[in-house]
């Protein structure tokens, strides 16, 4: 009885507390914690990080609510708020085997920008429209990296290699790394 009694206590104590909490923005200031602030309305395209923040070796960001993951051809990434710099694949290119990256993205709010890099320097921007982005293959390391201001996103790159698109990205069995 006083252990059922200590337990009800408890968890309205706690509901209590998270009431407060709530009431008073605290998880709204959580959400909003390291993020840039979204300064040209409607204009998804990046007002305040810049191309040196971007291509450069330090990445700074702050997410909220965020999930990636492999999806055998590519990968998600999904963010109920992103602002900053973040590294989300890297693959190693090898032979010159060419290889197509195309992308889907979701904004909802904010801005924001995917860029492909080969050996740390700028190749393109990778459309988001589901346009396929066809290179000339160079070998290297390739990095794809996602730029973001107060961006809710939800987005799903796709890369196809050799000459059968798309087929599954093999990887190197002692590091994991992708291998094209």
């Known amino acids: 009885m006083k252990r059922t009694l200590a337990t009800a206590l408890i968890a309205t104590s706690l509901a209590f507390v998270m009431m407060s909490l709530s009431s008073c923005g605290f998880f709204n200031t959580l959400a909003n ?17 810049t191309d040196d923040e971007i291509f450069g070796e330090i990445q700074n960001y ?12 590519g990968f998600f990434y999904t963010a109920q708020k992103f602002s900053g710099v973040y590294t989300v694949a890297r ?7 060419a290889f197509i990256i195309s992308s889907t993205l979701e904004l909802e709010e904010g801005n924001f920008r995917i860029v492909l890099l080969r050996d740390g320097s700028y190749v393109a ?5 589901g346009t396929r982005l066809e290179l ?3 070998d290297g390391t390739y990095t794809i990296r996602i730029a973001g201001e107060s961006a809710k996103v939800n987005l799903e790159v796709e890369i196809s290699y050799g000459d ?15 291998l094209v």
């Open 33 to 49: 914690m390291g993020q840039y602030e979204d300064i040209n309305g409607t204009d998804t395209s990046l007002a305040i990080l």
């Open 62 to 73: 702050a997410q909220f609510g965020a999930i990636s993951g492999n999806t055998g051809n």
């Open 91 to 97: 693959f190693t290119v090898r032979d010159k085997k």
């Open 125 to 129: 921007d990778i459309p988001t429209d």
């Open 136 to 138: 000339e293959p160079k």
């Open 164 to 178: 059968d698109f798309p087929s599954p990205l093999p990887q190197d069995p002692e590091n994991g790394e992708v």
